[in-house]
Structures are given as C-alpha cells and as structure tokens.
C-alpha cells in the first residue's frame, strides 16, 4: 500500500483556519475530483443565505474545514496520534474531506421532498463507478469501504467513528465556526483551540477507548454545547429561511403532482425528472442536479404554463416568501379560509412544520466524556451543572404554519 506524499505540502487560505494543509497525494486528488468539484455548487446552509446575505459559503469549503480539523486532531493530540496507523490517519482525514460528498441542492429539504438519504448517497459516490472512487482504489481496493464505515459509523476502530461523527467532532466544530462566520453572527463561537488541547484518548470501564475532554477544559466544552443551542434556534431553524425551504418544497411537490398527469410538461426539465418519482435514481444522474440546475429550471417553470408551479418558482427566485404564524386550530381555520376566497390550493399554499431538536443528545455510546481530577471517565452532564441543565429540558418544540399573506 503506497500512501504517496506531495513533493511540498499544498496550503489553502481559510477565513475560519486560517491555512488547511494537504501532504498526501491522495487527498489532492480527491479535492481535485468532480465529485468533490460539485459542492461548490451546493450551498452549506439551504435557505439561510436568504435571511444572512454573507451565508453563501458551500459544501466545499466546510467539507475542506472538518478535514483540517481531522488532521490536526491525528497529528497534534499526542494520545490519538499514537494510537493509529499513517493508513488510518489518511483514512479518517478522507472521511472527513468527503462526509457531505452526498448533498443534493437545498441539502435537508431536498431529502425531504425526494426522501433520498444524503449519506446513502454519499456511500455511493465513494463505492461506486466514479472518480472518487478510482482515485481511492489506487491506494487499495478496501480504503472506500473503510472510508464509508467511519462515515456510517460502523468501523471497528470506534475511535475513527468519534472523531468524524461522535457528539464533540470535527464536522459539528467546523460547521458552528463557519456558519457562525459567514451569516456575520457571534453565536456559534467557541474555542476550538482549547478544545483540541485538551482531548485525550482514554480506555473506559468497559474496556473500550474514547475521546474524552480532561477536566480543565471542560468550560471550553461547556460554551462548545451553548454555541449548539444557540445556533439551531437562530440560524438554522430561522423561520426565514425555513419558508424559503418551505417554497421549494411545495414546488416540488407540484412538480410531482404534475408529473403524474402531464409528463410532456417536463420536456425542457429532464433534469428534474429523475427526482419526480419514487425510484432511486443513479449516482450520474443525481450529479447533474446541483444548484446551479436547480435555478436555471425555477427560471423556465415560472414562464410555463402551470400557475401554481409557475408562481411557487417565481416565488423561489424572487423572494417572494410564506408568511408564518405559530400553529393553532384557529390560526388554520382562519388561514384556509383565507386561501379559499382568493383561490389558493391548501395542498400547495400550506405548509405545517413542527420543529424539535436536542442540542445535546447523550445517547448510549456517544456522550461526551470528561476524564476527571481522579482519572475517572464520566459522562458531561454529570461533571457541568450548565449542561445538566440543558439536558434535562433539552427538547424544544416549535409548531408553524407557513402561507402566502399576498
């Protein structure tokens, strides 16, 4: 097994790293490959560039921001850098490199309205006949199978498994920093540095090994889980940005209602057409819709000759979005009727939208763990009263009624 090193280390310019370094050639290749060229076309945050107007950043450059985190976690923590091999290094810094190789455009809307499984087609990406997968299997046959176990987390090194997808991992840390940089907000804020200083890998009570913070940093961790919850309620869940997702999601839904009964309507959209149905569609044709796509055809449905779709994209590309209220059975009533007199269809004009989410979710296996003053491994709830706290009430419910008021 050849893991070929580039003559010089290449060194990205990055506005939440400051530098990513690349040594391996394989991690050059993969960087340079189409699969991984197409992020820069699917924008890391849906519609939140819509309520932030600097969160433009892509899937590109935070799949390029966990793998620096990666590395340096295998490099610069000394307990973790001697428990692993150079090939699980590479391994696991290409995990993090490709994670979010499977988004389609509007990421998690998209699943939505398609039901295809990002990391299902992420899996797919590296395992199958592309370039990813040629550049990886000219290092060996297996390293896009053990790429796709740490991703899925089911390698059997458990510590490869926490650092791209534990509950303190690299992907959860690049994405509060960077999305917090770009949408020009201060919430997702934490000391990345401290962090990384004080992990350590430790064997627990049952025999098996784990990253765990020592206790000098749990404040760091403390803030890492606050910048969590701060985030969620402020930028990712921004009721803004969910009714421009909300728009394109009952676009959707009328493409596929149309396609059904009108298929010849699709003859200028055929890139649209694979998603319109309940089959899975192929890795080459689910490449071909990014977001770039995505908009050029929003650009020709609202000048064609459906109204619903044509106003739901003009809608997308304009601006034009739902307006929202808290959900009540009053607040329905009212809003349906109010569709009725002016001849809106509920299917397509009313969106419902409960949201729910646990910032800190300490189930079985993935807590995060503090090695105390006595060298004990404990859960972080049971050493910070802060995150104690949040746990116990950690679920927060949201329902929403998304309409247009015009």
């Not at 924008?43 to 390029?64: C, I, K, T």
């Not at 940089?181 to 098996?208: P, W």
């Amino acid at each position: 097994m050849q893991l070929n090193k580039l003559e010089e280390t290449k060194v990205l310019r990055d506005p939440v790293h400051s530098y990513i370094h690349i040594k391996y050639k394989v991690i050059w290749d993969c960087l340079d490959s189409k699969e991984f060229q197409r992020l820069r076309r699917i924008r890391q945050l849906g519609g939140d560039f819509q309520v932030y107007p600097s969160a433009e950043h892509s899937r590109f450059s935070h799949s390029l921001g966990v793998y620096e985190i990666v590395r340096r976690m295998v490099t610069e923590i000394k307990s973790l850098s001697v428990e692993l091999t150079e090939y699980e290094k590479v391994c696991v810094m290409l995990a993090g490199l490709l994670h979010d190789v499977g988004h389609g455009p509007f990421s998690h809307a998209f699943e939505h309205v398609t039901k295809y499984n990002h990391e299902e087609y992420t899996a797919k990406i590296i395992l199958e006949n592309t370039q990813l997968n040629s550049i990886l299997c000219k290092v060996h046959k297996k390293l896009p199978h053990d790429i796709v176990s740490i991703i899925q987390h089911t390698h059997p090194n458990d510590i490869l498994n926490q650092i791209v997808s534990g509950q303190l991992d690299a992907d959860r840390m690049d994405y509060l920093l960077r999305d917090s940089y770009f949408s020009a907000t201060s919430y997702g804020q934490f000391d990345l540095e401290r962090v990384l200083r004080t992990l350590r890998v430790r064997k627990n009570i049952d025999g098996k090994k784990y990253l765990v913070t020592k206790y000098t940093g749990i404040h760091s961790v403390e803030d890492y889980i606050m910048a969590r919850y701060q985030m969620y309620w402020q930028v990712y869940f921004h009721p803004v940005a969910r009714s421009y997702e909300t728009v394109f999601i009952q676009l959707f839904k009328r493409l596929k209602d149309l396609f059904k009964v009108n298929p010849e309507y699709f003859a200028d959209l055929t890139v649209l057409v694979p998603f319109l149905t309940d089959r899975k569609t192929s890795v080459e044709d689910y490449f071909k819709l990014d977001e770039n796509a995505l908009f050029y055809c929003c650009s020709l449905i609202q000048n064609k000759d459906d109204i619903i779709a044509s106003d739901l994209a003009y809608r997308l590309l304009n601006r034009k979005l739902f307006e929202y209220v808290d959900y009540s059975d009053d607040n329905l009533a009212q809003i349906k009727n109010m569709l009725k007199e002016k001849g809106l269809d509920e299917n397509y004009y009313i969106r419902i939208e409960n949201i729910a989410t646990s910032v800190y979710t300490p189930y079985t296996g993935r807590k995060i763990l503090i090695e105390d003053r006595n060298g004990n491994i404990i859960a972080l709830e049971q050493a910070s009263t802060i995150v104690d706290s949040i746990t116990k009430g950690q679920t927060k419910t949201e329902g929403t009624i998304f309409f247009p008021k015009e």
